[in-house]
């Protein structure tokens, strides 16, 4: 189904009622990368892929918890007839460097990518420059992502059909966005709003490429995008561990009363991965109150994030700070 200009769905649609993971497809023969499954939001993600059939790379930062988490998911999962493999590939998307290795070895073990999962990221963090001197943030959850995607879109056009999954938060609501730039000045540096700009990021990208996929007439690969709404996972707790006393009693009270389980929070990434009626420009997230806790539903994002004109404006930025063209055809 073809987006409007705008990157809106032309026509209305739902998920099915309390959508879960035993309506996970069969996934088998699908190779998937899930980056930052050692924990959270990710590891479940990828349980539920293997469980289902799939194939899946744990692309994490840190290759003990990788290992560790490669070793759960198979005990996890071993009862399930027909569960996938599980591979460990070592990625920290905040050096662009690191994309390049992992894609590089990616490659070598295989020919297509049919679920590409960008969930790995980090928030709360205080003003501090990645290994190629862009702001944290930032670089883990957006410039890392974009580049990753460019280096594998050949495997992903090799696939039947391919879907991106690009993992944005309720967040991109608090965004600033600011034409022809990227990230804030240090002495300007705000946790909240330079986390919410990242995430306004993801969707720009995930809507962009969505457009361009079609304009290039290519209708084997969807992107899409979600959230977790306020979700128990690592990404919050570390948050937490961050600042003054008040933030972190806040972070914690969030944690004890607002959020749910990971495995619930999982689930939108989960039907924007697998589901079959999926669309390019689609946004899913928890369907209850807020959209912080529930099954999930079809849902739009905030309005700037479905401005054709900004997330190309921010696509041209991102290509010309890393240096390269993210070419689409």
Same mark, same amino acid.
């Given at each position: ?13 739902? *998920? ?12 088998? @023969?699908?190779?998937?990368?899930? !980056? ?43 009862? $399930? ?22 894609? $590089?070895?990616?490659?070598? +073990? ?29 670089? !883990? ?7 990753? !995607? ?12 391919? +879907? ?11 965004? =600033? ?9 240090? @002495? ?80 939108? !990434? ?8 999926? =669309? ?12 912080? +806790? ?19 404006? *921010? ?15």
């Amino acid at each position: 189904m073809p987006c409007k200009k705008d990157g809106t769905n032309t026509q209305t649609r739902s *998920v099915p009622d309390k959508w879960d993971a035993s309506n996970i497809p069969s996934l088998k @023969d699908k190779v998937a990368i899930v !980056t930052g499954a050692n924990s959270g939001i990710g590891f479940i993600t990828a349980i539920e892929l293997a469980r289902h059939g799939a194939d899946v790379v744990l692309a994490c930062r840190n290759p003990e918890r990788s290992a560790a988490a490669a070793e759960a998911i198979r005990e996890e999962i071993k009862a $399930d007839p027909g569960h996938g493999r599980i591979e460990e590939i070592t990625l920290d998307t905040s050096s662009q460097s690191s994309v390049k290795t992992f894609s $590089d070895e990616f490659l070598k +073990r295989h020919q297509k990518l049919d679920i590409l999962v960008n969930n790995a990221g980090c928030m709360g963090l205080p003003y501090k420059k990645s290994s190629d001197g862009f702001e944290l943030m930032v670089a !883990t959850n957006h410039l890392g992502p974009f580049t990753l !995607t460019a280096s594998l879109m050949d495997a992903l056009k090799r696939s039947p059909s391919a +879907r991106v999954v690009a993992l944005s938060s309720g967040m991109h609501h608090s965004a =600033k966005y600011t034409p022809g730039q990227l990230f804030m000045p240090e @002495d300007k540096h705000s946790e909240t709003t330079v986390y919410g700009n990242s995430k306004l990021y993801n969707l720009f990208f995930a809507f962009e490429l969505g457009r361009r996929l079609e304009s290039a007439g290519i209708s084997n690969i969807t992107s899409v995008a979600c959230h977790p709404g306020a979700t128990d996972s690592s990404l919050l707790s570390n948050a937490g561990n961050q600042g003054i006393f008040l933030k972190r009693w806040l972070y914690s009270f969030m944690n004890a009363t607002l959020t749910q389980s990971t495995a619930m929070g999982a689930l939108p !990434t989960l039907y924007a991965a697998v589901a079959p009626d999926v =669309k390019n420009g689609d946004f899913y997230g928890p369907g209850g109150i807020a959209s912080m +806790r529930g099954y999930p539903s079809l849902q739009e994002p905030a309005e700037i994030a479905r401005s054709p004109e900004a997330a190309a404006d *921010v696509w041209a930025t991102t290509e010309n700070i890393l240096g390269f063209k993210f070419k689409i055809e």
